[in-house]
């Protein structure tokens, strides 16, 4: 027929092009095979990602056993250069093939009716009885010096960036500092306790977990770990906390007026360990869990508050819907501080740390030498955050090295310059140990002293 | 191979087309052809291999650099952000400090290196200072107060790994010190360039010890050492006439001289006139270069199953009790009734069984206090064993002692290997009988003024 068409030599070449076209296409098509199964191509997925989708498709409930089993069947399904499971290399090892872990059960539940537990009522009643009876374990460790307990976490998972856990450790080594100085106890939450409450939502069942079980702890300070200390000497004025129950960052005006979802910040707070603390975590978490629930507040949230984007319900957003829309159940006992940093926007604090060395000294907590300097929008632990990398990671060096300097020179030492992690000496070693003070009098500071009756 | 069969068929159908024509199609035509398929099929196959090696390493390329192939407009900015990333993380991780130029010499073999002024009378100066500060004591409700000194380098681990666990590591010390009153100072400084690595804890210690007079021991912890015993309190009357207390066996150290017979990755110092003199003593073979190498030597030589390498503290300590032994034994105390260091390749995989049988409190091989990962080396890029054997054990020991903490709040891990947790007691109206029943501190509270 296509001799008919073309003729015979012009067929006979048209069949041995043909010939060469499918010896073309042969090769091409085992070239993409072979680049599919290594490298990817992109969206076009991998084999791995089919046979995930495979695995997803029919193990749809938790199965530990075939779970542990196809966990290790998928780490040898990865790509030619995969781990050896016997390399002595760190580089060369996936973490993710020992993490057991299993899948949450999978809840299409519309949770209106979540409780973060069963309504206590007595709670003043009940933990004053237990004060009475552990005299040992006082809420007080000194007439104004409340026993506070400061709560931080992360995930116990490895972040996703490869130097977020560097990070994370650079910071509660920061807080550790602090705490130390001022008789503050730390926990290190690394426990997600409800998976309904995930993400920003964790620590409202932790918090009051922690509240329940440390009765002795007078005050809660829950702190972010994008949060450094930057004022090592400045001590929490908690006698003007006497009568309220919840301290934050933030201004009158700009929550309960103007309703900004930044009016208060709740990477910093203070929370009384009492009745009234436990019925406003009560109030504040329905709008947490997460699905439908967290997405419907979400669009609440961001019709009722000013300025804030279009995103699922975060607790800092809700807190603030809670407070304008119920003022006088909860304002009373409320304290938006801003006399001092208690969480201070990084933006504008950073740059002048230089400025401040100069002109000021430790002691502050304010403007001049702000107490907190809180990394908002640069989550180092994920992959995305809302500034550059580059401007983040430089300037978390240079907010811990100045927090870091005021305790190295307790001892003699500072940083280099804020953004070296070398250390110089600024005092030299002396055969008279004792008589040496640091400048800010940080070595044996009058908040950390115990009573002179009774040992703490 | 089935598209050959159909090329081959169809070269052989186009073939009667042209016997058609002609002439019989020739035999040796036929093998030509045959020599065409067959030279078509080899090539194929090594541009199969060839492309197979290439991506191979592309694939390793990628993994650093971060090339992706088959871009989309989300995927390229991610490719961006990730690029910037790793260009950043390489500046942050390199050993190059931009804002330092200068570079120490290393320190002339014929000088005598020291720790500090030489101190002679701190046991009186100290006293003096304790009475004139009793708001700083130095035993607080019946126990000397003890500050756990522990830390890791300042640049960011050679692997992300590394850091995730010196986090949990410092969340592990944070959680057990908590428990038990004890303060911790995290270093993360080299205070003494001369003395870096495993010997910059010396600097560290005598200058904690002169800092804080009010500090009776200063108990060092390595970074790779986890407490799995949330319940075992130090039995510190047991130490009252020691100054130095080194978890070891006397028979490997004085028979065997054996350069493992102590552990110095969990010791604990008084803070005394002798422990500042112990400590002069010790660091003469610290100082990196020349000194260090030639003392690596000497202790190889007098020490069994040494290998080959820089002088590191714990051989040193070694031989300097060893040689010097009647100045400094008697206020050493070998301590093996517990495992103040447990190494952890005897241990971790017991775990399961002691849950079982014992309960903590123990802080011996049947509930550990201290699991030690000696070699695992995760913040560096090659340890001494597989990196899943290292990885998985410190992820149980993890969570063995996380469970113990965990047990005051109702919760446990799913498995020693899960990161996530399960209710173990449900939320109470009365959630303050469970704490008087499971909180650890008051136990220990307890326990200490029974004995007191």
């Not at chain 1, 490298?39 to 779970?67: C, H, M, W």
Request: with cysteine; net charge neutral; hydrophobic share 35%.
């Amino acid at each position: 027929m296509l001799e008919k068409c073309l003729g015979a030599q012009r067929a006979k070449r048209f069949q041995r092009a043909l010939r060469h076209c499918k010896v073309t296409i042969l090769c091409l098509f085992l070239t993409v095979v072979v680049l599919r199964g290594t490298i990817g191509a992109g969206k076009f997925g991998t084999p791995e990602q089919d046979f995930v989708d495979i695995r997803n498709r029919f193990y749809s409930r938790k199965l530990p056993e075939p779970q542990r089993l196809l966990g290790e069947l998928h780490s040898t399904t990865t790509s030619v250069s995969s781990s050896d499971s016997s390399t002595n290399n760190y580089n060369a090892f996936d973490i993710n093939t020992i993490l057991l872990d299993e899948p949450e059960e999978e809840t299409d539940r519309e949770n209106f009716n979540y409780r973060l537990g069963p309504k206590i009522s007595d709670w003043d009643e009940q933990r004053s009885r237990w004060l009475r009876k552990n005299p040992d374990f006082p809420n007080y460790l000194r007439p104004n010096k409340p026993r506070v307990l400061l709560v931080t976490g992360s995930s116990p998972k490895p972040c996703e960036n490869p130097v977020g856990d560097h990070y994370l450790l650079k910071s509660i080594k920061n807080k550790i500092d602090y705490c130390r100085l001022h008789g503050i106890e730390v926990f290190y939450n690394m426990a997600l306790l409800d998976a309904e409450m995930a993400g920003f939502w964790a620590k409202l069942p932790l918090i009051r977990k922690l509240l329940l079980s440390h009765p002795e702890v007078e005050f809660l300070w829950w702190m972010d770990s994008d949060a450094m200390f930057t004022d090592m000497a400045f001590e929490v004025p908690w006698e003007r906390y006497k009568e309220y129950n919840l301290v934050m960052h933030g201004w009158d005006e700009m929550v309960y007026d103007d309703k900004n979802w930044i009016g208060l910040n709740t990477g910093s707070f203070l929370l009384r360990n009492c009745q009234w603390s436990l019925d406003i975590l009560d109030a504040w978490a329905p709008m947490g869990p997460k699905g439908r629930v967290r997405d419907e507040a979400g669009k609440v949230l961001t019709r009722e508050l000013k300025d804030r984007p279009v995103f699922e319900a975060d607790d800092q957003s809700a807190m603030v819907y809670l407070l304008a829309k119920e003022k006088e159940k909860w304002g009373g006992k409320v304290y938006l501080e801003n006399g001092y940093y208690l969480h201070g926007y990084w933006g504008i604090l950073v740059d002048r740390y230089e400025e401040m060395i100069e002109n000021y000294r430790p002691g502050f907590g304010d403007h001049r030498w702000p107490l907190v300097t809180h990394f908002v929008g640069c989550k180092p632990c994920g992959k995305f955050g809302d500034y550059p990398v580059e401007r983040c990671l430089k300037q978390m060096d240079r907010a811990f090295n100045f927090g870091d300097n005021q305790i190295l020179q307790i001892y003699g030492f500072t940083h280099k310059s804020l953004g070296s992690r070398g250390v110089k000496r600024i005092r030299d070693e002396t055969s008279n140990p004792l008589e040496v003070k640091d400048e800010f009098g940080l070595l044996h500071p009058s908040f950390k002293a115990v009573k002179v009756s009774s040992s703490k | 191979m089935g598209q050959e069969n159909n090329h081959k068929r169809t070269t052989s159908a186009a073939l009667p087309t042209a016997r058609g024509r002609g002439a019989a199609l020739p035999r040796g035509r036929q093998i030509q052809k045959t020599f065409n398929n067959i030279k078509i099929t080899i090539l194929c196959g090594f541009v199969t291999i060839l492309v197979t090696f290439v991506s191979d390493d592309i694939l390793v390329l990628r993994g650093t650099i971060g090339v992706n192939l088959g871009s989309s407009d989300a995927d390229a900015v991610n490719q961006n952000l990730v690029e910037e990333t790793n260009r950043i993380l390489a500046e942050i991780r390199s050993d190059a400090d931009p804002n330092d130029p200068d570079e120490q010499a290393p320190l002339n073999p014929n000088v005598t290196y020291s720790l500090g002024p030489k101190i002679r009378n701190w046991d009186e100066e100290r006293k003096a200072w304790l009475l004139q500060n009793p708001e700083y004591p130095n035993f607080v409700r019946g126990k000397p107060r003890i500050l756990l000194l522990t830390g890791s380098p300042p640049k960011p681990c050679d692997n992300p790994i590394g850091d995730h666990y010196l986090l949990k590591s410092i969340k592990n010390k944070i959680d057990y010190c908590r428990l038990h009153g004890i303060e911790i100072v995290y270093n993360l400084a080299h205070l003494d360039v001369e003395l870096a690595g495993y010997w910059a804890k010396l600097p560290m210690i005598r200058r904690l010890m002169l800092s804080h007079p009010e500090v009776e021991w200063i108990w060092w912890m390595d970074s790779d050492a986890f407490f799995t015993d949330m319940v075992f309190q130090l039995p510190m009357p047991k130490y009252d006439k020691y100054n130095l207390v080194l978890h070891g066996y006397p028979d490997l150290m004085f028979e065997q001289k054996s350069w493992i017979a102590i552990n110095t990755g969990s010791f604990l110092f008084r803070n005394c006139q002798w422990s500042l003199d112990l400590l002069d003593d010790w660091a003469p073979m610290g100082p990196k270069g020349p000194i260090r190498e030639e003392a690596g030597k000497i202790l190889t030589a007098n020490l069994k199953g040494r290998p080959a390498f820089e002088a590191d503290d714990q051989s040193a300590l070694i031989y300097l009790l060893l040689s010097k032994k009647d100045k400094w034994m008697d206020k050493v105390f070998l301590e093996n009734s517990y495992y103040l260091h447990g190494y952890w390749a005897g241990l971790v995989d017991r775990y399961e069984e002691m849950i079982e049988k014992y309960h903590p409190g123990l802080g011996d091989e049947r509930w550990p206090f201290v699991t030690h990962f000696v070699g695992c080396k995760p913040c560096g890029s090659y340890g001494d064993y597989p990196v899943e054997r290292c990885l998985s054990s410190m992820e149980r020991a993890f969570n063995f002692a996380d469970n113990q903490v965990l047990k005051l709040y109702g919760f446990r891990h799913r498995g020693l290997l899960s990161p996530k947790i399960k209710r173990i007691r449900n939320e109470t109206v009365n959630p303050l009988e469970f704490v008087d029943q499971f909180d650890i501190r008051r136990h220990s509270a307890e326990s200490t003024e029974s004995k007191s």
